[in-house]
């Protein structure tokens, strides 16, 4: 297939392009800046709707609207920008992608939503462990809230066309090879990550779901957390949650397992998280 993947110079956008040519797919970047990893590349601001509206419908030898769009442009964190800034620039891309694809006919849309929209930094806690989607929507920032909103949009252009396929991916914090560094303080002071239950995802796993999602996911909408199998922390999963969130009912829980679970993406599209922090411990 052809697939525009809007922010392609990002974590997740360069993961993504490996993982589709991997199989022989034909990404191309729309990005305001091109990528270090080279490749096809278009000068877009998903921020502009005309900017949108035509790179979608061919750029000179791009040509042609494309199989799939995945859509992972935007401000990537909160505290990046101001927060109108991110709001705004974030909600509008998201309609914009979803807009200039449903006049194109394009069927297939994979976006980067958030583990922020289940309530993220958990002043309140979280309602049981681990998350699922069926966990209540909790946006507390401009930035999950931007999110929450992408979902509900992402429902309702699947409402107005039975055939389009929407896939709403939760990504938990992404984590490139140079970002294990990290990992020796983290483990030595485990209270801040609390705020998203000590989750991440590998840059690679995070890619691939988009993968999957673009090949497998079914019509209509559907939102689902992507991330790790185990969490950042060399403690059971269930003595970080007795220390940090006693009062938190706790599902079925093993070792480190994470405690954002990836269940449902691995029904739907067949995500199976295959990297952690443990590999790089050597490396």
Known sequence: MRVVVTGGSGKVGRAAIRALQAVGHRPVNFDVRPSSDGGRYVCVDCGDFGAVMGALTGIDTVGGTPDAVVHLAGIPAPGLAVDHRIFEFNTLSIYNVFSACARL?????????????????FATPPAFAPLDETHPDRPEWSYSLAKHVGEAMAAQFARWDPALSITSLRFSNVFEEADYAQIPQIQARPEPRKMN?????????????????????????????????????????????????????????????????????????????????RDMKGA
């Open 105 to 121: 006919g394009v069927k297939r849309i994979v976006w980067a939503s958030s583990e922020t929209i289940l309530g993220l930094p």
């Open 197 to 277: 239950l000590w989750g991440y995802v590998d840059a690679r796993d995070a890619g691939e779901a988009c993968r999957l999602a673009v090949e497998n996911a079914a019509p209509g909408h559907q939102a689902m957390i992507i991330a790790a199998a185990d969490s950042l922390i060399d403690v059971s999963s269930a003595e970080l949650m007795a220390t940090y969130f006693p009062d938190t009912p706790l599902r079925e829980l093993e070792g480190t397992q994470s405690l954002l679970s990836s269940a449902k993406a691995g029904r739907l599209i067949g995500y199976e998280p295959r990297h952690s922090w």
